[in-house]
């Protein structure tokens, strides 16, 4: 099953409009020499640098992303943004349950999963997060937990057109940590079968399961070339054309 492997930046909350502006036309330059990719690129950065990196990227095959979106549309929700403004400002995906939002704003399944759907509704492709904490994998549990954060964090609307899954282990994001290849392969088998039983085999065959958590050029390739891995969602190495760009040269099509 052919499925053309996703890499994504999360900025996070990095970045003043002229090193933003400046990280993004270099990611569109590098990108643009490629002619046909054999991946698709996308960047998040924070709200207040949408726009200007939507025209930073202008004519490079780059899609641009939110890193969270609320799930009404408009009205009286301060400090918010919906998935309208986002597809306003030329986002085409969202982010949405990062494990930075679950634990420093308190994020259930239950508002992840009404988040996706809205964003989905309205347009826009869902990156959806998830991963166990370290006292979970010690425990024994990692797939238990990211069986359950699927079950909950996807709603019934996500299909592998309109929906990416990014498995981070809490305990891989910006530690310089990360799983095994074999850990790495073993979960995203996991999640890929029980995306199968939520959405259907030919959902899960077709979806996008990302590996995020400490992903640098140097671990790419082994990590990339993983059969259920279908790109990366790259935060610390997504700030660094030459770090982001040298993971894409890893990704190869499946
Ligand atoms: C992330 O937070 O999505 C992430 C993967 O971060 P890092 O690459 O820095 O571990």
Wanted: glycine share 10%; hydrophobic share 40%; aromatic share 4%.
């Amino acid at each position: 099953m052919a499925r053309k492997p996703l890499i994504a930046g999360n900025w996070k909350m990095n970045m003043l409009s002229a090193d933003g502006t400046a990280l993004a036309k270099g990611v569109a330059t590098e990108v643009k020499k490629l002619g046909k990719p054999e991946c698709e690129f996308l960047v998040c950065p924070p709200f207040t640098l949408l726009s200007q990196v939507k025209k930073a990227l202008r004519g490079a095959k780059v899609a641009l992303g939110a890193q969270d979106v609320h799930f009404n549309l408009k009205g009286a929700h301060t400090g918010d943004i919906s998935p309208l403004m986002l597809k306003d400002l030329g986002c085409t995906y969202v982010i949405v349950g990062h494990s930075e939002r679950r634990a420093d704003h308190k994020e259930s399944n239950e508002l992840v999963c009404k988040k996706a759907q809205a964003a989905i509704e309205n347009g826009l492709k869902a990156v959806i997060c998830i991963g166990e904490t370290l006292e979970e994998r010690d425990a024994g549990k990692t797939i238990d937990v990211c069986t359950k954060q699927i079950l909950g964090s996807v709603p019934e609307n996500a299909t592998a057109a309109n929906t990416v899954i990014a498995y981070e282990p809490v305990w891989a994001i910006g530690t310089g940590k990360t799983p095994t290849a074999a850990d790495v392969e073993d979960v995203h088998a996991a999640i890929r079968k029980v995306v199968a039983k939520k959405l259907g085999k030919g959902n899960a065959n077709k979806m996008r399961i990302l590996y995020g958590g400490s992903v640098k050029p140097g671990n790419a390739k082994e990590l990339l070339a993983l059969p259920d891995v279908d790109g990366a969602l790259i935060g610390g190495a997504s700030l660094k054309v030459e770090d982001f760009m040298g993971i894409a040269s890893k990704a190869c099509v499946k």
